[in-house]
């Protein structure tokens, strides 16, 4: 089983070393490629065309809407955004699946009870009036940096979303109307267009959306500012939105017009657009890095949560199939991977980056590709490991520098926070108080980078197998670091032995990073956190042997067992439990033949449920996992079990 895994995942490695796949899963990104693409006059291809689609098609629900993403129930987000993209694309208002999408929204109110990022896109597109938004204050950005609630302070992503959504709302860009917006206006909304209230929709959310309230502190704020906005100085307005575009153009430029993420770079699309022309050379370069972000699945056309997670998979694979004791069986596959993690690192830091909110980036790995130029501290963490694991066991010629490997654990050094752990892509900047202003309504927990498990274990992890290398390197500021590291996982472990996954559905994918970091830290596996760790992982075994969670365990922030055991639940289960040498065989055995039982002849796993998640409330997938984790745990299993005949 072992070897039929590693075989079939080394044949669909990429020439250039990593492994593509899926990371589709939001039901709200392909609204702003449309709605883009239709505003600007560039043609979606008819074969794109046909294939978005197929993939809505197939993302319908039986009740006739789309959720916030592939697994949940009918949004108002999802229908009325994704019923637009259909149209834009060319479906009749007639079609069948039309007709049962409005007759989903109809009672709901149509379109006016649609999240803020919902009312942004429809109102770009003219279907919604910037009137029933609230106001985005572009001259936050001009407060001073050392503002509270400076733009500067909120979590990267967040930033580079709220920056080009408060140009296009400072602007107060509206596209040309069109037939199909003037039949977009009497389809998803029902009532007449001239006497709707538009006042009263700006803080309006179906109740089927709503997963974050507003404050009443947010509710003032909005008060306030959606006075001003009928008073701005149009001087101030000028200077905020000169600033807005400045800094969404150094995200451009640092990212090579792909942009952190899908959402912000339609969006600064849409501002090249509106400040400099369809025939800008930025324009042109944004749509050249568009095709980046389309995956094309069994299911139909979609946008990816980033342009991929190249780098992320490939540094798994390097750690999984060094533990499955083929590993000079498949040396072809540690150089391959090993060349993708060496031009995957991000080696300079970008020009001004501070003046631009950018932190230090010379060293670090990023979620994807190079190009991107974001670093995280977990990808910085797993691509640092991957780097070690090829340079110590000699698989490739070319092995990372002694500096290259340094500049890595600098930026690993620089990225801790003042409590031990690790946010994303920078250090925490903000306060929780921030998140009272979180305006979204659909995510949890955006406004700040806060403290991960994912991103505190890995980075933990990198420095304490780099220090083993590397004993003198920094020696102080590394052990340093580490034992902070140390004390800040067992500081979140949850009482019942947990750990909260963030990115990843959940309290199994959690609790293996941090049985992971406090192993690799130093902690014996008979320490009574990680013993209470696999309590409360063989709690939640399954009768047959396995482990599943749904993406509820994520949204309520409670473990929610899946009705059906998943081999990619069940594989972090088992590697926890065989990291802690935790004494019950059987009970490891049985998920073990699980995963077995699942595997396909060409050794291959279907895909099941869903397995990544960000912001509490949006889903997302990581196709490779269901590949790379059942091969580490089927390695991990046969490395410490290698009389068992299981396998």
Request: net charge negative.
């Amino acid at each position: 089983a072992l070897r039929n895994a590693v075989k079939f995942f080394s044949a669909i490695q990429t020439a250039d070393g990593h492994w593509a796949g899926d990371y589709g899963g939001p039901m709200f990104l392909l609204p702003g490629y449309a709605i883009v693409m239709h505003i600007t006059g560039l043609p979606v291809a008819d074969h794109l065309r046909t294939e978005i689609i197929r993939y809505l098609s197939n993302m319908q629900s039986d009740e006739g809407g789309w959720g916030i993403h592939i697994e949940s129930l009918p949004t108002v987000f999802g229908t009325a955004l994704n019923y637009t993209v259909l149209r834009l694309l060319g479906v009749d208002r007639d079609d069948e699946r039309m007709v049962r999408a409005r007759e989903w929204l109809r009672p709901r109110g149509g379109c006016l009870g649609i999240p803020s990022w919902g009312k942004f896109w429809l109102a770009v597109l003219g279907v919604y009036q910037w009137d029933g938004v609230n106001s985005l204050f572009p001259e936050m950005a001009l407060l001073p940096r050392w503002f509270p609630l400076h733009t500067c302070r909120m979590w990267s992503y967040c930033r580079t979303v709220y920056m080009p959504m408060s140009y296009i709302y400072g602007c107060k860009f509206t596209a040309p109307e069109t037939d199909v917006v003037k039949e977009l206006r009497e389809e998803l909304i029902y009532e007449p267009y001239a006497k709707v209230d538009w006042n009263a929709a700006r803080s309006r959310v179906a109740r089927e959306d709503l997963y974050t309230p507003h404050t009443w502190l947010l509710e003032t704020f909005f008060s306030i500012v959606n006075v001003y906005e009928t008073i701005a100085p149009s001087f101030l307005r000028k200077r905020a939105l000169d600033w807005c575009y400045t800094v969404l153009q150094k995200e451009d430029e640092f990212t090579n017009y792909i942009d952190i993420g899908p959402v912000n770079k339609m969006i600064n699309m849409l501002a090249v657009y509106v400040r400099e022309g369809k025939d800008s050379a930025a324009f042109r370069s944004h749509v050249a890095r568009v095709p980046d972000y389309l995956w094309m699945g069994r299911d139909g056309l979609k946008m990816g949560g980033t342009n991929g997670s190249q780098l992320w998979d490939t540094s798994f694979m390097v750690q999984a199939l060094i533990e499955s004791g083929l590993k000079d069986d498949f040396a072809d596959v540690f150089r391959k991977a090993h060349d993708f993690v060496d031009v995957s690192q991000i080696k300079v830091n970008h020009p001004d980056h501070d003046r631009y909110y950018r932190d230090e980036t010379k060293g670090g790995w990023p979620f994807s590709t190079r190009d991107i130029g974001w670093v995280v501290a977990d990808c910085t963490g797993e691509g640092l490991k991957a780097a070690l694991i090829c340079k110590k066991n000699k698989y490739t010629t070319t092995p990372l520098s002694d500096a290259r490997l340094f500049d890595a654990v600098n930026i690993l050094l620089l990225m801790q926070n003042d409590t031990g752990g690790y946010a994303t892509c920078e250090k925490t900047r903000g306060w929780s108080f921030f998140e009272y202003f979180n305006a979204s309504e659909v995510f949890g927990e955006i406004m700040i980078d806060y403290d991960y498990v994912e991103c505190s274990s890995s980075a933990l992890q990198a420095l304490c197998q780099f220090h083993e290398l590397y004993p003198d390197h920094r020696s102080v500021e590394v052990q340093r670091a580490i034992q902070r590291g140390l004390k800040f996982m067992l500081s979140i472990q949850r009482a019942d032995g947990s750990w909260e996954g963030m990115w990843g559905i959940c309290f199994t994918y959690g609790t293996w990073f941090g049985v992971e970091g406090l192993v690799d830290a130093g902690l014996p596996p008979s320490h009574d956190r990680i013993q209470l760790a696999c309590k409360f992982l063989v709690s939640k075994q399954k009768q047959d042997g396995g482990w599943g969670e749904t993406f509820m365990s994520c949204v309520t922030r409670e473990y929610v067992h899946h009705p059906v055991s998943q081999v990619v639940n069940t594989a972090w289960a088992v590697l926890s439990l065989l990291k802690a040498d935790y004494p019950d065989q059987d009970c490891i055995r049985r998920g073990i033949k699980l995963i077995i039982d699942r595997q396909k002849p060409n050794g291959d796993w279907d895909q099941e449920s869903i397995s990544g998640v960000f912001n509490k409330n949006a889903m997302i997938s990581y196709s490779n996992y269901k590949n790379i984790f059942p091969m580490w745990a089927l390695g991990r299993y046969t490395e410490k079990y290698p009389e068992d005949k299981l396998l």
